[in-house]
């Protein structure tokens, strides 16, 4: 079973700054297996990024998603302040199927 | 519009069975490819997949709760059931479900608002 560790943890950052989080599996995963997902306070996720670099419907394009192999990030190039919440990132398998990231909090500074 | 709705009791007792439904709309799970998954987050904690099914009824659990879960579908009532067997305080968590487009699509894309199940006696 491949494990995912974000990181950092917790993220403080200022609305306008750029930020990077980071996923790293034990495994190789391949990049078609791998979402991002933004989940705001008390609300249910958001999928962001499917296939580690597409963004989902809707998504703004100030999100992207980059990394092949076992490591992959997120970016978010200029903060809004919609953008403070937790992110997860999910890798898709054989058993679990669905494995998911402790997550980034980013917070604001 | 695809949207999705947990529904079930707020509060179950230790060792209790826990009966959750999913009810969607937006989609149907007679169509090839489609599937239903469950996903828990105990408060203040990360995300953690329960179960899957498929328009097949092809079913997936969790390896680590297997045992205890239950999946089902009910393509007439546009509903999912998840049932978890023998409840304990730690299965304290907001229990979601969510869906999953195509067979061959590797991410959840629609989830539903999520329900917070309670477990204590």
């Known amino acids: 079973e491949s494990v995912l560790t974000q990181s950092p943890g917790t993220l403080s950052l200022s609305p306008g700054e750029r930020a990077t989080l980071s996923c790293r599996a034990s495994q190789s995963v391949s990049s078609s297996y791998l979402a991002w997902y933004q989940q705001r306070p008390g609300q249910a996720p958001r999928l962001l990024i499917y296939?580690?670099?597409s963004r989902a419907t809707g998504i703004p394009d100030r999100f992207s998603g980059s990394g092949s192999g076992t490591d992959f990030t997120l970016t978010i190039s200029r903060l809004e302040p919609e953008d403070f919440a937790v992110y997860y990132c999910q890798q898709y398998g054989s058993s679990p199927v669905y494995t998911f990231g402790q997550g980034t909090k980013l917070e604001i500074k | 519009q695809i949207t999705l709705k947990e529904s079930g009791p707020t509060l179950v007792k230790p060792t209790q069975t826990l009966t959750l439904t999913c009810t969607f709309s937006g989609f149907s799970l007679s169509t090839s490819g489609v599937g239903v998954g469950w996903i828990r987050q105990p408060p203040g904690k990360a995300l953690e997949w329960l179960a899957l099914?498929?328009?097949?009824?092809?079913?997936h659990y969790s390896p680590s709760l297997r045992s205890r879960l239950t999946i089902t579908m009910d393509t007439s009532k546009n509903q999912v059931v998840l049932t978890m067997t023998n409840m304990d305080p730690v299965d304290t968590a907001t229990y979601y479900c969510?869906?999953?487009?195509?067979?061959?699509?590797?991410?959840?894309?629609?989830w539903g608002q999520g329900t917070l199940v309670t477990v204590s006696s």
């Open positions: 296939g580690a670099s």
């Open positions: 099914i498929y328009w097949s009824d092809d079913k």
């Open positions: 969510a869906h999953k487009r195509r067979f061959n699509d590797f991410y959840l894309d629609y």
